[in-house]
């Protein structure tokens, strides 16, 4: 049974990715920015989805290193001119050492104060770079250049959808991976209770830290693809609903179900375009959806089982200790 449900699994996924990877031929240029930018939310909901569903921390201050991802970005190739993929991955190591010192003092808290202080230094961040004048002020950053892969400069919008589903693509293994490591199932242990993990031998600050420096990093490579894209980024784009939007997105598809947090980034994203022709009406409708959604489902789209996943077991405590 296992060996079949894998390989509906694998079939499942290869069809999706066929989609995908022919959706362009198909489309329009204003389904295709509509597309990207779903897989935009799909990484940065990933990334929010270790910090919040894994680990069970609330973050409202997410978008913040998405910001620190972009201006990464932005900064390094407008002032010094280092090339893109120098700047991506040091946009996701400044993200992550932004998690860190975020996080170091913060993560002891628990539930609304941990909510209440992400928040704080989410708007700390986004007024930071409304003031500086190495991140433009409230003007932002313009004429960030386009990445060259081997030769070819990125231009057209197909080419930053391609860039953006391998980056989802990558992201998602990644998360995937970490949900199913002894790491993973450590942060599941905080989750669900934190001084019975710390009782277990969880080092639960350590490991809480690592999950919030962990998200940060795709918080920040996201960034920095969307940098590139826009050629122009401003401290308004990284505000709070940027922040409420990526989480709605999770709780609509369910804490910690990665095809759930997928599926709700696409909605988050999505709906709204398709009721464009409502003009003024859309937003409300789409609230209104939502609250159905929520009604109906309250555990997300793609709830996790009662009885828990396989891997999640107590039998396993023993990988679980080793991992702290």
Sequence with gaps: MKNRNLGRNVYAL????????????????????????????IVLALGLNVVVGYAGLLDLGYAAFFAVGAYTTGILMTEY??????????????????????????????????????????????????????????????????PEVFGYKLTQI????????????????????????????????????EDAAEAMGIHRVRMKLLAYALGAVFGGFAGSLFAVKMSAIAPESFNFMQSVMILLAIVLGGLGRLPGVVLGAVIVIVLPEAMREFANWRFLLFGAALVLLMLFRPQGLWAARKDGEADEKWGERRDVTSAS
């Design 14 to 41: 290869a069809g999706l990715a066929l989609v995908l990877f022919l959706l362009p031929l198909v489309s329009n240029n204003y389904w295709m920015d509509v597309a990207t930018m779903a897989l935009f939310y």
């Design 81 to 146: 001119q280092v090339p893109f993929w120098i700047t991506f991955l040091l946009a996701g190591v400044f993200a992550g050492i932004a998690g860190v010192i975020i996080g170091a003092p913060t993560l002891r808290l628990r539930s609304d104060y941990l909510a209440i202080v992400t928040l704080g230094f989410g708007e700390i961040i986004r007024i930071s770079a409304k003031n500086l004048e190495i991140t433009g002020s409230a003007s932002g950053i313009f004429g960030i250049p386009r």
């Design 158 to 193: 197909t080419d930053f959808y391609y860039a953006m589903l391998l980056l989802a693509i990558v992201t998602l293994f990644a998360v995937y991976r970490l949900g199913h490591s002894r790491i993973g199932r450590a942060w599941q242990y905080i989750r669900e209770d």
